[in-house]
Structures are given as structure tokens and as C-alpha cells.
């Protein structure tokens, strides 16, 4: 199993990035998907997440309104598209998958995760 994240870079504050997730290795449409970051000094946070049952997305407080979590289950991806993003974005975001979670933002559930992806807005 694996799962790529890709889509980070450098940006300017109020620009936008589309991480995506890629996985090989399971079906990536049968399972729970979170996307997490973590920045220098600081726990790793769930930022945004999905059930596989369907539902909207869960959003962590500091993302919503900016962020939107999109599974397109024919390209075997989920991506969050973010925009406006701020100095405080500024992370390495990991995705995460696993096939029950009780709550999409926290991290304990999630047996499967990728290798991550920087984002840095200056």
C-alpha cells in the first residue's frame, strides 16, 4: 500500500494550491481519507477529512471557508483545494487513509499514510 501526496510548493499569501492523493495498493474509494499537517514545534492537526460512506467533508476550524476536500474515486484521488492560504498553512500535509475511523480529523485512526508534501506561504 501507498500513498502519494503531491501539488506543494511556494506561494504567496492569499494564492492556492491543489494537493492531491494518490494510492496504489488499495481502493482508495472503500476508505475513510484524511489530510493532516504538521509544522515546525507543533503537533501534527488534522485539517480536513472524508467518510467513505459519503457525507460532506470535515473541515478543521482554521480551514473552512478556504479549503475544499474532493474524492474523485475514477482517478483514485482526493485532493483539498486551498485557497486564500495564510502564513499559518505553512506545513508539511500528509493524506492518510484507513478503513474505519471514528473521527476524520483525528490522526489515531488511520492505518495508512503518505510521505508528505510542503507548502509554504510567504
Known amino acids: 500500500v501507498q500513498l502519494v501526496e503531491s501539488g506543494g510548493g511556494s506561494v504567496e499569501t492569499g494564492g492556492s494550491l491543489r494537493l492531491s492523493c494518490a494510492a496504489s495498493g488499495l481502493r482508495i474509494s472503500r476508505y475513510n481519507v484524511g489530510w493532516f499537517r504538521q509544522s515546525p514545534g507543533k503537533e501534527r492537526e488534522g485539517v480536513a477529512g472524508l467518510y467513505v460512506g459519503g457525507g460532506d467533508p470535515y473541515y478543521a476550524d482554521s480551514v473552512k471557508g478556504r479549503f475544499t476536500l474532493v474524492r474523485d474515486n475514477p482517478k483514485k484521488t482526493v485532493h483539498p483545494q486551498m485557497n486564500n492560504l495564510q502564513p499559518e498553512d505553512t506545513a508539511m500535509y500528509y493524506c492518510?487513509?484507513?478503513?474505519?475511523?471514528?473521527?476524520?480529523?483525528?490522526?489515531?485512526?488511520?492505518?495508512?499514510w503518505g510521505q508528505g508534501t510542503q507548502v509554504t506561504v510567504s
Open positions: 492518510a487513509a484507513a478503513g474505519w475511523v471514528s473521527d476524520p480529523l483525528v490522526e489515531g485512526g488511520y492505518k495508512y
